[in-house]
């Protein structure tokens, strides 16, 4: 005589077809569509970082797959089932964290001190200075847009400076 479970029955199981779970794949799903905010990019363009943890995922493209990248640089493969599960939610993400050059420089911030002018924003590790607000905007924009550096003249150089740590 066969068993009868309930829980089976009211689910849709048969014992033909057990159900497989990939309980890391859902939690990754899970936590990418309720926590938006605590997954960022660690290398623009190919891999999300999940702050709190330190958890790593490659999600270069669909076609090549979603992979968790290892501390080591190696990388493990999620299966076609389990990327499945992942992919909506990166979709997701990545469409509110689109990137790309819009054309539009980030807003700045100029501030001058003893007739020197500087300017900067949050999105850009430059700086642009110069004797007048417009001079030091002028030259932020050569340092942050390959666009404003082709409008620069035989005459104008630029110069970068790096701080060392």
């Given amino acids: 005589m066969k068993a009868f479970n309930l829980m089976d029955y009211v689910l849709g199981r048969s014992e033909s077809s057990p159900e497989v779970t990939y309980p890391e794949a859902e939690r990754i ?9 605590d997954w960022v990019w ?7 970082l999940h702050a709190p943890s330190g958890f790593v995922l490659w999600v270069a493209n669909k076609d090549y797959g979603l992979a968790e990248v290892y501390s080591t640089g ?15 939610s990166v979709e997701g993400w990545l469409a509110r964290h689109k990137l ?8 700045a911030t100029i501030y001058g001190r003893s007739g020197t002018f500087w300017c900067y924003s ?19 924009c050569y340092a942050i847009s390959a666009q404003a550096r082709n409008r620069m003249s035989q005459q104008e150089y630029l110069e970068v400076r790096s701080v060392s740590l």
């Fill in 74 to 88: 190696g990388k493990a493969d999620f299966s076609k089932p389990e990327q499945a599960l992942i992919w909506p």
């Fill in 42 to 48: 660690r290398h623009k363009g190919y891999e999300l």
């Fill in 122 to 140: 949050k999105e850009h590790p430059w700086a642009g200075a110069g004797s007048s607000p417009a001079e030091a905007y002028e030259v932020w």
């Fill in 100 to 107: 790309g050059f819009s054309g539009r420089l980030p807003k």
């Fill in 29 to 37: 799903a899970t936590s990418i569509l309720d926590f938006p905010e």
